[in-house]
Structures are given as structure tokens and as C-alpha cells.
């Protein structure tokens, strides 16, 4: 339950963000609009589960997002644009708080969560900016190829820091007579899940779909459709970018449920090692 909370806030605060830097002058004012109630939905959805955990904190200011997102979809039928924005930049800001909140207070784990949000967002701002062109054809392709270009920028600032956090875990882990090979795995399994732990055969598979997905296919999938908007052809970039919002929610569920792996992991060593403390001093 957690991860699914942890999830729709991540969804909220990239989408939101996306909205707050789509041109709102190219865009028409339904197109915010429909994603101001997608916003709503997302938010009424995590307040819920999040009263049903007890997070109190987390229920109120994902309420105070929905009420936002609620007004949000009120202004920008109005066509109010500024005030639309205004409100989109609030729900961003009340649902990075939240997802920050969810992980360990490192600036590293909360520069992963909030990139991560980012890239969810960016990517289905993308797909959906692509289905509006069947609702408003004479919309400058530009547009499309700017959101692309944005969600490509975020997957870099990601992948950089993923790098980094395996450079940093290779660099200060105590090597043992293992190989080279060895050692570089475990510093991109302890970058990828947040902790040094060792994996099943479920938790590989889960690493390999996170790299593949997440990390290696979707700017590949990204770069085609921007290449298809050279011919222009906006319905098939559409089509690749749906393929791209299911290679992003997979690696980055993927890399969720790794995370979640390595704390149960830690907790149950941690656990026994208490008990052998125990038993040592009786």
C-alpha cells in the first residue's frame, strides 16, 4: 500500500510540474484542464489510501492538493491561464513535499524520488500532449517535440545520478576477493535499490527490468518519436510515447519494489542479529 501511495504521489508532483512549464500560449486551455482533473483524481486517490495508513500529515496536504487541483480545472475552463498555472505549481509543491517525506532524508534518495517523479510526469505529459493533436490538428508541432525534449532532459539528470551513486558505492565498499564484475554489479544493485543487499532470483529479474526499462529503453523510445515528428507525423509519435509511459511506470515500479526488497531485507539481518546478541549475553 505504501508503494502504491508512494507512486501516485511521484505521478502528482511530475505531472503537476510538467503542466507549470508547457507553454501555456501554444496549448489550449482544455488541455490543462483535462490534466488538472487527471491531477484531482491522482490526489483524491492517494489522500484516501494515506488516511487508511495513518499518515495524517501526508492525507492533508494530498487533500489540500486535490482542493487545489479541483479549483485548478475551474480556472483553466474559465480560461484564467496565470491562475491556472498558479495552481498546478501549488499541487507540485504540496506533492514533492509528500514525496520526499516517503524516503530516507539524504539529498541523494530525495534527488532519485523527485527526478523519478519528474520523469513519470514528463512522460505522460508527453503522451498526452500527442492525443490533443487529434482535438486541436492546427497545434504547432513544436510543442510535442519541446515536451519530448524535456522528459529526454530529466532521463539525463536521472541517469547521471544513478551513475554516480554506482561510481560512489564501487568507491567505498569493502572489496573482497571477488571479480571485477562482481564488485560493479553489486555497487549498480545497491545504486538501483538504495542499499546493499543481495537478491533472488525475483529481485534480479526486477533489476535487469528496471536497467532495460526504465533506464536504457525509454530514451530510445523517446528518440524515435521524436524522430517521427521530423516527417510529421504526431499520431505515431503518439503511439511510441504510449509505449514509453509503460516502459517508465515499469522501471520505475520495478525500482520501487527493489527499494522496498532491501529495507525487509536489512530489517529481517537486523533482526537476527539482535538475537544473537540476545542469546550471546545469556
Not at 482533473?37 to 495513518?54: D, N, Q, R, Y
Not at 523527485?114 to 500527442?130: D, E, H, W
Not at 524515435?224 to 507525423?233: A, C, E, F
Amino acid at each position: 500500500m505504501n508503494l502504491l501511495v508512494d507512486f501516485l504521489c511521484r505521478f502528482s508532483f511530475g505531472l503537476a510540474v510538467a503542466l507549470c512549464i508547457t507553454p501555456s500560449m501554444l496549448v489550449p486551455s482544455g488541455f490543462f484542464r483535462v490534466n488538472t482533473l487527471v491531477l484531482l483524481g491522482l490526489t483524491t486517490f492517494a489522500a484516501l489510501l494515506s488516511s487508511t495508513l495513518g499518515l495524517s500529515v501526508n492525507t492533508w496536504l494530498l487533500s489540500i492538493a486535490a482542493i487545489v487541483a479541483w479549483f485548478g480545472s475551474v480556472l483553466w475552463y474559465a480560461d484564467r491561464r496565470l491562475a491556472g498555472l498558479v495552481c498546478s505549481g501549488i499541487v507540485a509543491t504540496l506533492c514533492g513535499v509528500v514525496t520526499v517525506q516517503f524516503g530516507e532524508p539524504t539529498i541523494t534518495q530525495a534527488g532519485v524520488r523527485i527526478l523519478s517523479g519528474c520523469l513519470i510526469g514528463f512522460t505522460l505529459n508527453a503522451m498526452l500532449l500527442g492525443h490533443w493533436y487529434l482535438n486541436a490538428p492546427g497545434m504547432r508541432v513544436d510543442v510535442l517535440r519541446r515536451s519530448i525534449d524535456q522528459t529526454l532532459f530529466v532521463w539525463g539528470l536521472l541517469f547521471c545520478l544513478v551513475v554516480t551513486m554506482v561510481i560512489w558505492y564501487f568507491s567505498t565498499a569493502e572489496h573482497t576477493n571477488a571479480t571485477l564484475a562482481s564488485n560493479v554489479f553489486r555497487a549498480v544493485t545497491a545504486a538501483t535499490s538504495g542499499g546493499i543487499a543481495s537478491l533472488d532470483e525475483t529481485g534480479l529479474a526486477l533489476l535487469w527490468l528496471r536497467w532495460l526499462a526504465g533506464l536504457l529503453g525509454l530514451p530510445v523510445l523517446l528518440f524515435m518519436s521524436r524522430m517521427t515528428l521530423d516527417i510529421p507525423n504526431t499520431q505515431s509519435a503518439t503511439g511510441i510515447l504510449y509505449v514509453a509511459c509503460l516502459a517508465v511506470i515499469l522501471g520505475e515500479l520495478t525500482a520501487q519494489l527493489l527499494g522496498m526488497t532491501v529495507v525487509r531485507e536489512n530489517l529481517a539481518g537486523n533482526q537476527n542479529q539482535d538475537q544473537i546478541l540476545i542469546k550471546g549475553a545469556s
